[in-house]
T-cell receptor, first 116, second 113 residues
Framework: GAGVSQSPSNKVTEKGKDVELRCDPISGHTALYWYRQSLGQGLEFLIYFQGNSAPDKSGLPSDRFSAERTGGSVSTLTIQRTQQEDSAVYLC??????????????FGPGTRLTVL | AQKITQTQPGMFVQEKEAVTLDCTYDTSDPSYGLFWYKQPSSGEMIFLIYQGSYDQQNATEGRYSLNFQKARKSANLVISASQLGDSAMYFCAMREYGNQFYFGTGTSLTVIP
């Protein structure tokens, strides 16, 4: 079946502009995660949605970052007033949302954001 | 404290040889899952292997095996018979019961022909 999809694959924007990044999870997956990966670095957790529960926003670096998930499926990560340090690859992952420890995340191809 | 530690920023291995990528973890939760992902230069994160804290045997998936030493809190990835296509970044991750995933900083593996 279809995997996690993300759009756009690349986004170049000017400093101060707002951007929206989209993630379409695997059908039937109730959990959705956003991560940021700067060049040559590991994954930085941003936000986690699980079903209808309130999202875990503990990883969002500032109030310029927000995310929503409509209808328990597609998610949009919004970055307002972008800064050059926001340049990174933004990865989305989804999982079945099992409460136990066996839940496995599957990742999308990422969106490469460049802020000029 | 770091939840996941990968101490090898870069590793080299000769083609067809085996290689071990180190991962140690920190948790006081008795219930947790350990994962390894591969990230080639193309950027996608590929799930490789999973080990549960209650699993009695080490996980294996083809040429990948996980050397799970619970008392030492280590979950090393062993790749047997390395291939050129194994050259990539490898990330170790952990999930505690009901919580988010924690990732290590990764190990860059280069397979030498």
């Amino acid at each position: 079946g279809a995997g996690v999809s993300q759009s756009p694959s690349n986004k170049v924007t000017e400093k101060g502009k707002d951007v929206e990044l989209r993630c379409d999870p695997i059908s039937g997956h109730t959990a959705l995660y956003w991560y940021r990966q700067s060049l040559g670095q590991g994954l930085e957790f941003l936000i986690y949605f699980q079903g209808n529960s309130a999202p875990d926003k503990s990883g969002l670096p500032s109030d310029r970052f927000s995310a929503e998930r409509t209808g328990g499926s597609v998610s949009t990560l919004t970055i307002q007033r972008t800064q050059q340090e926001d340049s990174a690859v933004y990865l989305c992952a989804s999982s079945l949302g099992l409460a136990g420890i066996t839940d496995t995340q599957y990742f999308g191809p990422g969106t490469r954001l460049t802020v000029l | 404290a770091q939840k996941i530690t990968q101490t090898q920023p870069g590793m080299f291995v000769q083609e067809k040889e085996a290689v071990t990528l180190d991962c140690t973890y920190d948790t006081s939760d008795p219930s947790y899952g350990l994962f390894w992902y591969k990230q080639p230069s193309s950027g996608e994160m590929i799930f490789l292997i999973y080990q549960g804290s209650y699993d009695q045997q080490n996980a294996t998936e083809g040429r990948y095996s996980l050397n799970f030493q619970k008392a030492r809190k280590s979950a090393n990835l062993v790749i047997s018979a390395s291939q050129l296509g194994d050259s990539a970044m490898y990330f170790c991750a952990m999930r505690e019961y009901g919580n988010q995933f924690y990732f290590g900083t990764g190990t860059s593996l280069t397979v030498i022909p």
